[in-house]
């Protein structure tokens, strides 16, 4: 069963269908509730500011103008990261910004893992976490967006196959070369890289 659709619909469901109905005030609500994560998620492309003002801006347009005929994603923050993704990408495009999506340099990719050390047990713990977040800097974007998706958004297969508008075998595959580079520089065991990297997805949940 798609891990997309399965559950119950994200809190924001509710402002959405009242959004589709035309409420200015549902409207309001989810550009608030979203801005400050869809402007975070923009500046791990660019650090153009105005590129990802004028994306959020030409986002929240575009939904209010096509309301009517938009269906109800599972995850709406996951169908706004999407969204923003592509117009981002189609920016800088126009500005002759070379974007290719299949490959693994062509654009930019950019995050800092952070880690609540309050949870570590020990100082080797700490140190493996210190070399995993030295490691990620070094990878090709394509790696580095997966990683920041699965673990420090807790994203599922198929949401990350959606957003980055791969199929689910590239998904697998993109995230097993992260991997397989990431065992490369830390010389151990791809088991310990996923434990380290999961001390960043509780981090970012604590934080939330």
């Known amino acids: 069963m798609s891990e997309s659709i399965v559950g119950i619909y994200d809190d924001n469901v509710a402002t959405w269908l009242a959004f589709k109905e035309g409420s200015w005030d549902a409207y309001t609500q989810l550009y608030n509730n979203h801005f400050k994560v869809l402007n975070n998620y923009g500046y791990k492309f660019t650090r153009d500011v105005n590129i990802i003002e004028d994306a959020i801006h030409d986002l929240f347009i575009k939904l209010w103008t096509n309301r009517a005929t938009l269906g109800t994603p599972a995850s709406v923050k996951n169908y706004l990261y999407k969204s923003l993704r592509g117009i981002i990408f189609r920016k800088m495009q126009g500005q002759s910004r070379f974007v290719d999506l299949e490959s693994e340099t062509d654009y930019n990719f950019s995050f800092e893992i952070s880690f609540d ?31 920041y998706l699965r673990f420090y958004e807790g994203l599922g297969y198929e949401e990350i196959s959606d957003i980055m508008e791969i199929n689910i075998n590239s998904t697998y595959k993109l995230l097993y070369k992260a991997f397989n580079n990431l065992q490369g520089a830390l010389k151990t065991s791809k088991l310990v890289i996923v434990i380290g990297l999961y001390g960043c997805l509780g981090t970012h949940i604590h934080a939330n």
């Open 117 to 147: 050390h309050q949870i570590i047990a020990n100082e080797e713990e700490r140190e493996l976490q210190h070399k995993i977040k030295t490691v990620v800097k070094t990878l090709p974007a394509r790696q580095q967006e997966i990683i």
